[in-house]
Each structure stands twice: as C-alpha cells, then as structure tokens.
C-alpha cells in the first residue's frame, strides 16, 4: 500500500512538474524546430521522427541514432541541452525526448593493418563503381570509414553507379557537397550524367534528389564554373531545373565563360520558381 501511494506521488510531482514548466517557460514550436534541425544535420543522427503532440503542446519526437562517436555525443547533447525536456507519465508534459543509442563494434578503417587497408580500398573502389551493394551493406557493418574516404567514394560513384549506391554512401555519413579530384561538386558530376540518354537522367535525377535532401551547395560551381543548373538546364530537363531551382539555385551565377543558366537553358526551358 505503501509502495503504491508513494509511486502515486511521484507521478503526481512529475506531472505538476511539466505542467508548471510548460505554462511558466515552454519554448516555442520554431525554437524545438530549430534544435532539431540542428540534430538532423548530425552525422550520428540516422533518422528523426516528429510526432505532433495534443494541441498546444510541443513537438514530441523519437531520435534514432546510429555510429555514433564522442563528438557526434558532444553535438546532439548540445543541441539537447536547449531544449527542455521533461519525462512524464502522461502526455501532459511539454514534450519527450527519447534517444536510443546504438553501440559501433565496427573496427575504425585506421586501426586495420596497411596489407588489409591496400587491400580494402581497392574492393570499395570496385563496389561502389560496379554496383556492388551487397558487398557495401556487408562492409559497412564491419568497418568504420572516415568522412574523407566516404566522400571520395560518393565522388567515384555519382558518374557511374546506381542511385541506391550513392544512398549509402550519404547514409553512411559521406558529405552531399563533397568534391572529386579535378574539384567538380557530385551535384554537379549528377547534373551532367543527366545530359546523356533516357537511363542516365532516370538514375542522376534520383542522384539530384538524394543530395538536395542531404542540404548540398545546390550553387556549388565547377571546375569549369558551372553548376549543376547550367547543365540540366542546356540538356532541356524542365524537371530538373525546378528542382534545382526551388531548392534555391541561382539564375545570375555565371560559369568561367561568363554564361549564366538563361544561356545555356533551351527554349523550351523556364527558369522561375514553381
């Protein structure tokens, strides 16, 4: 009898705990938008999944979080931080927060022997240019790649790979904006796959919409100073181009010939916002 007065009390405080907090300092929804927007730009964070809460409530969300390493802990506890978070019995609180937390048992690429690192660079080369996903699925459960290498494989994969090979990559913690040796931007070595025939543009359009989901520099020129708009833009991909542009492109860049994407574009192209 005890036991259960006493957890009555409890639940009884924990409640009339988020209630005051919610009444006297609840932040804002835009302020919890914000944080989480943060958190979903963390390289540890795998997916965020947002709940609407009763009417008037905050946000409640549920965060899965995969790989994750002492800095990636550092930026979402930070992000966290701002947000006040109160685990209540009942809906009532102002909004809950869970994190599960997976363990990496993966072995750090540094830490394998330089016969095994030789060796395993060339099998990604390999898989991630003759579409080898089983092999990347396989690999990616076993060894944890540094970013820079991650990017260098998004950069081999875009010109030649599937979409579902360049998913990976970014989902494996590749950066969308990430260059390849002569300096070419992967959203704008997409861009131009599309110029080429019917199967080429079905998969770079994939590619494009992958990338524009992971926030890329969707102004990011060239090493000719193109960007990715001038080239779907002169190839006459009207799908393309406002995807690009919604996604904020820039009509008035000009490339190193001092063209903009209105040059390039064909007449049958608009350029406006849709």
Not at 15 to 44: E, G, M, W, Y
Request: glycine residues 4%; charged residues 25%.
């Amino acid at each position: 009898m005890k036991k259960r007065l006493l957890l009555l009390v409890i639940i009884f405080v924990v409640c009339a705990h988020a209630l005051i907090t919610r009444a006297v300092n609840a932040p804002s929804q835009s302020f919890v938008q914000r944080q989480l927007d943060k958190l979903a730009q963390s390289r540890a964070v795998k997916e965020i999944v947002i709940f609407k809460d009763l009417p008037g409530a905050i946000t409640r969300c549920y965060i899965s979080k995969k790989n994750c390493t002492q800095t990636d802990m550092k930026v979402v506890s930070q992000a966290l931080i701002r947000i006040p978070i109160i685990m209540a019995a009942f809906a009532m609180a102002t909004g809950i927060v869970f994190l599960k937390v997976k363990k990496d048992n993966r072995i750090p690429f540094e830490q394998l022997k330089e016969d095994s690192k030789r060796t395993l660079q060339e099998q990604m080369v390999t898989a991630v240019t003759k579409n080898q996903k089983n092999y990347l699925v396989d690999i990616f459960t076993k060894v944890r790649f540094p970013q820079n290498m991650l990017n260098t494989y998004l950069s081999l994969a875009v010109p030649s790979a599937e979409s579902d090979i360049v998913a990976l990559l970014l989902n494996e913690g590749a950066n969308a904006s990430a260059k390849d040796g002569k300096g070419d931007p992967v959203l704008y070595s997409a861009a131009f796959r599309s110029t080429f025939g019917l199967n080429e543009y079905t998969i770079a359009r994939d590619m494009i919409a992958l990338l524009l989901k992971k926030r890329v520099d969707v102004n990011a020129q060239g090493s000719d100073g193109k960007t990715a708009l001038m080239w779907v833009a002169g190839a006459g991909r009207q799908d393309l181009v406002d995807m690009l542009i919604n996604a904020g492109a820039d009509l008035s860049i000009q490339d190193s010939e001092g063209k903009t994407a209105q040059e390039y574009a064909k007449d049958s192209i608009t350029l406006k916002k849709s």
